[in-house]
């Protein structure tokens, strides 16, 4: 009998091919030389067996309402991440965009016009379906727009005596909680 073992490179999955032969004290070979005799080839079939793994990304975020805020992630596998995506508060995944230049996938969130806190996930795939996630994280949502007013009572006249009602509207993306005139 014999054997042989063959390393399989770590970075290619790239099926191998081989036949066997055999000879013997006398000379009655090679058998099984495909040129010889037409045996077959055998295949090794190489699949790849490693997850991609995360690197980094951008963990915890802060935002004011209506902005935007970069949520990315960055990572590697030993034959290539293909793709990426970003789930909020458990929503469907979204596909992120490769930016070449940071080397990293990224997706662009906008907040909403609220000052609810949000959370999201992350996962990377390779050309065989392997992931690797992180998070969750917080997006912390703050309410920095200011209150527009929407009306008022302008330039008023009045009598020696008189009374006046002097008044105010104005709204806002988070909701007025007091208006005064002063």
Avoid: F, K, Q
Wanted: net charge negative.
């Amino acid at each position: 009998g014999g054997s042989a073992d063959i390393d399989i490179p770590s970075d290619s999955v790239e099926d191998w091919y081989y036949y066997v032969t055999v000879d013997d004290a006398a000379g009655n070979g090679p058998v099984g030389d495909p040129s010889v005799d037409g045996s077959v080839n055998y295949t090794v079939s190489v699949s790849d067996n490693d997850d991609p793994v995360i690197s980094g990304d951008s963990g915890h975020v802060a935002v004011g309402t209506g902005g935007s805020v970069t949520l990315w992630v960055s990572a590697s596998d030993n034959i290539g991440v293909v793709s990426a995506e970003v789930s909020v508060d458990g929503g469907v995944a979204v596909g992120m965009t490769w930016d070449a230049g940071e080397s990293r996938w990224e997706y662009d969130y906008v907040a909403p016009s609220t000052d609810e806190d949000h959370t999201y996930s992350l996962t990377v795939w390779d050309g065989e379906g392997l992931s690797d996630s992180s998070g969750p994280y917080d997006i912390t949502v703050t309410d920095d727009d200011a209150p527009v007013i929407t009306g008022d009572s302008g330039d008023v006249s009045v009598g020696t005596g008189g009374t006046v009602t002097l008044w105010v509207t104005a709204t806002d993306n988070v909701g007025v909680t007091s208006a005064d005139v002063t």
